[in-house]
Nanobody, 126 residues
């Protein structure tokens, strides 16, 4: 059974930074794409960033490109999302999810992600 647990959310002023972490259970973490998504009140869940199993490939939503950085530590079964220059419109619940195995197909496509964490709230005040 795969479990994903996010942490690191909170309240921050506009222009500030946060780093989210997602700890995964299981021995095969290093074989899977990992993604970050977010969902604001009244809106659909949207793609934020993803990283391939080796860390060699990353992709970002246009809205966060240049401000957010996704990384992973396969030895710790953990994926990170460093968020800088935060804006009020970044306010949402942030979820990590496990994507495809040994492939970069569908990295930005929500339907390719099967396992999800419970989410962590990020609130950016203006």
């Amino acid at each position: 059974q795969v479990q994903l647990v996010e942490s690191g959310g909170g309240l921050v002023q506009a222009g500030g930074s946060l780093r989210l972490s997602c700890a995964a259970s299981g021995r095969t973490f290093s074989s899977y794409t990992m993604g970050w998504f977010r969902q604001a009140p009244g809106k659909e869940r949207e793609f934020v960033a993803a990283i391939s199993w080796s860390g060699g490939s990353t992709t970002y939503a246009d809205s966060v490109k240049g401000r957010f950085t996704v990384s992973r530590d396969n030895a710790k079964n953990t994926v990170y999302l460093q968020m800088n220059s935060l804006k009020p419109e970044d306010t949402a619940v942030y979820y990590c999810a496990r994507g495809g195995e040994l492939t970069t197909q569908g990295m930005a496509v929500i339907q390719y992600y099967r396992y999800w964490g419970q989410g962590t709230q990020v609130t950016v005040s203006s």
